[in-house]
């Protein structure tokens, strides 16, 4: 068969190339790839920043935004041939700490997790590939192509299960959310505000493309420019950029009270003298800033259900770029009106 495949670490050696047959020991459940969803983790991935191969090998099968068709369900699942799922990413550490002992491997403590085309385990971008039954999430079959958004869904699925029971902490009625970044996991989480009948504000760069739109659709307002021209005080912000400014901006205009959640991943930005700034702003109005990444299998049954829930339309638009898996390299590269690009491996 065929793979994207990568020399973790080593910039400029990905290729589509032919490819071992994933082995059984990879999972009982066989599955034919039907679509991966391209991310900044790939990017950074393929750029030589990150990544690690599975233990004995010199390349990691890349991917782990995924949508495949059930081939051959094994001896002991559930699911039929034809079946649509989606792969889940993160596996417990084997130790395991008291997190991954629960099952919470999204909040492991000792960081030896390992990740689908991440971490140590192959990821989707292959012809096939195999699952154990208990790590895969079967997709309502209208959802169709759609389902590959399922992956970002979970990331927002935790971040707002977060945001809600942080908010347990006093008395809250929040009113009004600000994303910051309209990308697919801002957008989703916008879609997710919306369900729970927040008034929602998006913040992003781009003045034009599909954005603002996507944004109004949603009965959302749009923004470009600084959080801190913004005439109200969020109650929820959902920082989606992992920009320095951005987040400094956000934390002293979230509203008294408020909860910031951030989910973006940048580096450097607002310097130690702006921190004392910023803390002060989180002192006085009893601010609560939480961090999220990953997601466990409740987030994923979850989303499941969330992205099955919604408009088909909106979501469609979200998909803004099909590629082939032999032209995986011009997907990795971003055009100004990409919201998510997929490699397409076979027709749903
Ligand atoms: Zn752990």
Redesign the pocket.
Known sequence: MKAITVEPKKPGSARYEDFPEPEENEGSVLVEAVAVGVCGTDVEIVAGKYGWAPPGKTRLVLGHESLGRVIDPGPRSSLKPGDLVVGIVRR??P???????VGE?D???????TERGIKEIHGFMSQRWRSEPEYLIKVDPSLGILGVLLEPMTVITKALEQVYLAGQRSFWEPRTALVTGAGPIGLLAALRLRANNLEVHVLDRADTGPKPDLVHALGGTYHTGSALDLDFDPDIIVECTGVGSVIGDSIQKVGSGGIICLTGIGAGGVGAGAVADVAAAVVLKNNLIVGSVNANKRHWYRAGQNLARSDREWLSRLITRREKPENFQQALVRQPNDVKTIIQFSEV
């Open positions: 417990p550490d130790v395991p700490c008291p997190n991954c002992a491997w909040m492991c403590t000792n960081g030896q997790y």
